[in-house]
């Protein structure tokens, strides 16, 4: 017959305590080893594949940073001509917006007759007509260029030989209904 032994165990229960918990570090020490070597190989191996990537967007943003500084250098060049031009368009505009003078001489020399001289021709906006009856006529101020007159007043003087002469040239002025009577 066999006989059974009993087991007993005689090391002190610190001791195996002890051991059972240096067993476990030692596994631990072991697994965050490998963990850790595991996370270095996978950092090197991201690190080679996308390293290259950072190369590229470093060159890319080089690039992109020399035409912002080339595209900059051409709004200054065009915005100095920006500024002629809107420079010129002002003078043009200021210079366009004046009447045209031209048509109502035109009008006034095909009204004339042989029988007639004008000797001075005046047009002035509406309240300097009346302060210039002097020889001397007023300039205008700037506030009058740049405000559009839509009213003149037309001041003829002149010589005719008679009274019908200068009274069929009234009517013909009256005729082309240019004239208000004041």
């Known amino acids: 017959m066999t006989e059974r032994m009993t087991g007993a165990n005689l090391i002190p229960a610190a001791r195996r305590e002890a051991k059972q918990r240096r067993a476990r570090q030692r596994v631990w020490i072991v697994i965050c080893c490998l963990y850790g070597a595991l996370?270095?190989?996978?950092?090197?191996?991201?690190?080679?594949?996308?390293?290259?990537?950072?190369?590229?967007?470093?060159?890319?943003?080089?690039?992109a940073?020399?035409?912002?500084?080339?595209?900059?250098?051409?709004?200054?060049?065009?915005?100095?001509?920006?500024?002629e031009a809107q420079r010129k368009l002002q003078a043009n505009l200021a210079v366009g917006d004046q009447p045209d003078w031209s048509v109502l001489l035109t009008l006034l020399a095909d009204t004339l007759d042989d029988d007639l001289v004008l000797s001075q021709c005046r047009i002035q906006p509406p309240g300097h007509a009346k302060a210039s009856r002097?020889?001397?006529?007023?300039?205008?101020?700037?506030?009058?260029?740049?405000?559009?007159?839509?009213?003149?007043?037309?001041?003829?003087?002149?010589?005719?030989?008679?009274?019908?002469?200068?009274?069929?040239?009234?009517?013909?002025?009256?005729?082309?209904d240019l004239f208000n009577h004041t």
Do not use: I
């Open 134 to 176: 002097g020889p001397e006529p007023q300039r205008l101020t700037k506030a009058m260029v740049t405000k559009r007159q839509d009213r003149f007043v037309l001041t003829v003087s002149g010589f005719g030989r008679t009274q019908a002469a200068v009274s069929r040239f009234v009517l013909r002025l009256e005729k082309t």
């Open 65 to 83: 940073a020399a035409r912002v500084s080339a595209f900059q250098r051409r709004l200054a060049g065009l915005q100095g001509k920006l500024d």
């Open 39 to 63: 996370l270095v190989t996978g950092y090197g191996v991201c690190h080679g594949l996308l390293g290259t990537d950072d190369r590229a967007l470093d060159n890319q943003a080089r690039r």
